[in-house]
């Protein structure tokens, strides 16, 4: 990532908003620090020179008032970049949630999903210190140190000249240094994100290691990648030192140079004190903010990366066919879709397999359809075309209204084979992050759902550990249920509903499928159960599975 990325303005509104206001308050930084070192230069020189304190007194005065609105200033530039790193962490991760939403469960398989987590949480994270302390001193190096040039030139020719020739010597020892350590933080970043991406897939998978009695070999495993993220991780710090050591001998003896060519010249008469004293305490500030930048990389590194990886994220090309938010009045317009959910010719590629084509089928609303075949056939691709994750060619129309991949599917409720839960407790599953709870809805989704029984305020622990995966999946199936009823969705989907139930918990889902239909919804159930078909209205199969592109029709 470069010194400033493009792309961090262009994702990130409040990116350009924190620069404005850092480049101001960096201006005025600069203004009091000439300020201060003039009044405290003064007042030094007076004092040698024997002025009357009333004069002096002055000095110290305004040297006093400086320093106060030289401590506010510093505090103004802390809290506006860490306002300004909250607000861009959190449009970053917002802006992360769409794309993964636009590009759909096919996009997100191709990457580990750990690893995409590790970048959106701990990884942005990490952006506080881009925030805090990089760019704030990028901004001085850019903006306040040609101002302390201007006026060393302007006071004292040589010294200023000193500095000019000086100050590039610190720019090239970073890009020196920063060619040798960026192996080093690429490799502690990646580190970073196996150790991440390993304990979810441990946590994630442990339950069956358990099974096979194979739990205890994972911790060799998790023991070797940390102690590979730990030498990571040390070998960035003794970089970070070197350099840090590096960039301060070579400011240090900048400003030398400068003390040294202000001495004589006083020694000689050459030079008056006041001003001596001036350039002299200007030199150190001109030489701090770049030296500061060099040392603040470092700290910044991982959210570098991390802000890199997410703008591959956002930089990924999107299908043609990818989700593009309407506006308030056509979600509205969507979301009041009802009738029949009809699918002429249509045809579902996945990547260049072609798993779905001339597919023609009519679902109409009050009617319990089943949609069933072979695995392997094409009824996941249909429903992942439905909720708009996966492109199609053909026409799909609610109630005669034609619908595109584009199109937000307010109108659809859906529950899918994994329930998905997470932790809190079964209503905060049921409902999933709606505003208002209406309990009275929430009791007859559970009902309908055949978890009458279950109570809704059970608390679940990470991924929705506490539940039978029968119990399980009637929480997703309630899910779909109240966004069904909430939201007023014409179309209800449900893929393998009761794969983990037995008998009468079936029958009691089925019951509240068909009251579902009976609302005038058209509801979808892709089932092989022989409960679910003998109780279905319509029931819909798919043939034969597509090998060719020669072999292509599938039969419904």
């Not at 890009?175 to 960026?182: H, K, R, S, Y």
């Amino acid at each position: 990532m470069r010194p400033l990325d493009p792309r961090l303005l262009r994702y990130a509104s409040a990116a350009r908003r924190f620069l404005v206001a850092g480049s101001l308050i960096s201006l005025l930084q600069a203004v009091v620090t000439v300020a201060f070192a003039w009044f405290l230069s003064q007042s030094i020189a007076g004092a040698i020179d024997g002025r009357p304190l009333p004069q002096i007194a002055a000095m110290i005065a305004w040297l006093a008032l400086v320093t106060i609105l030289r401590a506010g200033l510093v505090w103004s530039q802390e809290v506006v970049a860490t306002r300004g790193a909250a607000a861009v962490k959190s449009q970053l991760r917002g802006q992360v949630m769409r794309a993964v939403a636009e590009r759909g469960p096919d996009w997100l398989a191709t990457r580990k999903d750990a690893a995409v987590a590790t970048v959106v949480t701990t990884g942005l994270d990490a952006l506080d210190n881009y925030f805090a302390r990089y760019i704030p001193q990028l901004l001085l190096t850019v903006i306040a140190t040609p101002v302390l040039v201007a006026v060393m030139l302007w006071h004292d020719l040589p010294s200023g000249i000193t500095v000019i020739v000086a100050l590039p010597l610190i720019p090239v020892f970073m890009v020196l240094i920063g060619w040798a350590t960026q192996a080093v933080q690429r490799r502690q970043w990646e580190s970073m994100q196996r150790l991440g991406a390993g304990f979810l897939d441990l946590v994630g998978g442990l339950g069956t290691l358990k099974i096979f009695g194979r739990e205890h070999r994972q911790s060799t495993r998790m023991r070797a990648v940390t102690e590979d993220y730990r030498q990571r991780t040390m070998a960035v710090l003794r970089v970070s030192f070197l350099s840090g050591f590096v960039l301060e001998l070579a400011a240090s003896l900048s400003v030398a140079l400068v003390a040294v060519s202000i001495g004589l010249r006083l020694v000689d008469g050459q030079l008056l004190l006041a001003t001596g004293l001036f350039v002299l305490l200007l030199a150190p500030e001109a030489f701090l903010p770049i030296r500061n930048v060099g040392t603040q990389f470092h700290a910044a590194a991982d959210g570098v990366a991390a802000a890199e990886e997410v703008f591959e994220i956002l930089d990924a090309p999107v299908t043609p066919d990818a989700l593009e938010a309407p506006s308030a009045a056509d979600a509205r317009a969507v979301r009041g879709l009802r009738g029949a959910l009809q699918l002429e010719n249509v045809s579902v590629q996945r990547g260049t397999d072609l798993v779905l084509d001339g597919f023609d089928a009519v679902f109409r609303p009050g009617e319990l359809s089943v949609l069933s075949g072979p695995s392997g056939v094409g009824k996941s691709s249909l429903v992942a075309a439905l909720q708009g994750f996966l492109p199609f060619d053909g026409r799909l129309s609610l109630g005669g209204e034609p619908v595109s991949a584009a199109d937000r599917r307010e109108w659809l409720a859906w529950a899918g084979q994994q329930p998905g839960l997470f932790g809190g407790t079964v209503a905060d599953n049921v409902v999933l992050g709606e505003r208002s709870v209406d309990s009275a809805v929430l009791a007859r989704a559970l009902d309908w759902a055949g978890a009458a029984s279950l109570d809704p305020e059970i608390r679940l622990d990470v991924n929705g550990s506490g539940l039978s995966g029968g119990q399980a999946q009637r929480v997703a199936a309630a899910r779909a249920i109240y966004r069904s009823q909430v939201r007023d969705c014409g179309v209800v989907v449900f893929d393998e509903p009761s794969s983990a139930l037995d008998e009468h918990s079936e029958l009691a889902l089925i019951d509240g499928l068909q009251r579902l239909a009976d609302q005038g919804r058209v509801v979808i159930v892709v089932s092989h159960r022989p409960a679910m078909l003998v109780r279905a209205d319509h029931v819909v199969r798919l043939g034969r599975i597509l090998r060719s592109e020669e072999d292509n029709r599938v039969v419904a």
